[in-house]
């Protein structure tokens, strides 16, 4: 079975500087899914980026970039101009290309991210 | 709009008292899940189904049950409700996996719920 860490339960980073969270997991598949979700206090769960294994170029959306390392199965999030709207939980998850139970995604436990000013 | 929705999205109930949390879509999805939210826990599936009548465990199916009679809706029913099923639940739905398909999730607004 598929597993997700996270291993910093909490990060904090100042207004306008750039934080990176972690994220490792352990699959022995070679086709599969890996996202970053955010989780602001209104709990809704936000699609931030998304990353297609078979794929090796680094996905982006604006200030937010992932550095996927396969071989090392690492996922990390980067957050650049970190602004005080970024404040909130963050996920990583993991979902394999097969079908079946095969199609859940997998939650790390998540990091809460502070923003000061 | 492309959305999942969920209700209610707070709910109080007293121990053993059935109660049902709905779930819509409105995507054509194929794929729909229950997930469950606990504090350092993450998210965790309950039930999923692929399907209209084609459902099946997750991780933590003890105490629920869902049904998915047509495919925009899938219900989680809790008939006997305890304690420890206090959580945060969220709906959400996709395509079916491929490459080349889309591939990612929709969730729903998530329903706090307290058995007490």
């Known amino acids: 079975a598929q597993t997700v860490t996270q291993s910093q339960p909490e990060m904090s980073v100042q207004e306008a500087e750039t934080v990176t969270l972690s994220c490792t997991y352990d699959t022995s598949e070679s086709d599969y899914y890996l996202f970053w979700y955010k989780q602001p206090p209104s709990r809704q769960m936000i699609l931030v980026i998304r990353q297609e294994a078979y794929k090796q170029q680094n996905a982006t959306e604006n200030r937010f970039s992932v550095n996927f390392q396969k071989a090392a199965k690492s996922f990390s999030l980067k957050i650049s101009d970190s602004q005080l709207g970024d404040a909130a939980m963050y996920f990583c998850?993991?979902?394999?290309?097969?079908?079946?139970?095969?199609?859940?995604?997998?939650f790390g436990t998540g990091t809460r991210l502070q923003v000061t000013l | 709009e492309a959305q999942v929705t969920q209700n209610p999205r707070y709910l109080i109930t007293v121990t053993g008292k059935k109660l049902t949390v709905t779930c819509s879509q409105n995507m054509n999805h194929e794929y729909m899940s229950w997930y469950r939210q606990d504090p350092g826990l993450g998210l965790r599936q309950i039930y999923y189904s692929m399907n209209v009548e084609v459902t099946d465990k997750g991780d933590v199916p003890e105490g629920y049950k869902v049904s998915r009679k047509e495919k925009r809706n899938f219900p989680l029913i809790l008939e006997s409700p305890s304690p420890n099923q206090t959580s945060l639940y969220f709906c959400?739905?996709?395509?079916?996996?491929?490459?080349?398909?889309?591939?990612?999730?929709?969730f729903g607004s998530g329903t706090r719920l307290t058995v007490v």
């Open positions: 959400a739905s996709s395509p079916i996996a491929g490459r080349g398909r889309p591939y990612g999730y929709t």
């Open positions: 998850a993991y979902r394999s290309a097969g079908t079946g139970t095969a199609s859940k995604l997998t």
